[in-house]
Nanobody, 124 residues
Framework: QVQLVNSGGGLVQAGGSLRLSCAASGRTFSVYAMGWFRQAPGKERDFVAAISQSGGTTYYADSAKGRFTISRDNAKNTVYLQMNSLKPEDTAVYYC?????????????????WGQGTQVTVSS
């Protein structure tokens, strides 16, 4: 399995930006589709974005479209989530996850490889 480490969260004002990173080690990173999920207090973990192994296909939750961008650098074994125009409702713990395909990740089907999570707090 691939090991994943999240970083890049923090506190930001509404309208601001953050970039999350997820560094992978262990298995060959490029064989995995990658995704980002988030969990707000008292709520279930929700899909945010996914990217194919090559980076050529991406999917976004409706709440993320137009504001968030997922990307990956296979040479650096890292996937990113650029978040712009942040809103208080984006406050959550964000997790990266590995998957067989971006389509499976869109459906919430992941491999048993998750980052530890990183807190994003957006103040109004």
């Amino acid at each position: 399995q691939v090991q994943l480490v999240n970083s890049g969260g923090g506190l930001v004002q509404a309208g601001g930006s953050l970039r999350l990173s997820c560094a992978a080690s262990g298995r060959t990173f490029s064989v995995y589709a990658m995704g980002w999920f988030r969990q707000a207090p008292g709520k279930e973990r929700d899909f945010v974005a996914a990217i194919s192994q090559s980076g050529g296909t991406t999917y976004y939750a409706d709440s993320a479209k137009g504001r968030f961008t997922i990307s990956r650098d296979n040479a650096k074994n890292t996937v990113y989530l650029q978040m712009n125009s942040l809103k208080p409702e984006d406050t959550a713990v964000y997790y990266c996850a590995a998957g067989v395909s971006e389509v499976y990740l869109l459906q919430g089907i992941t491999l048993d490889s998750w980052g530890q999570g990183t807190q994003v707090t957006v103040s109004s």
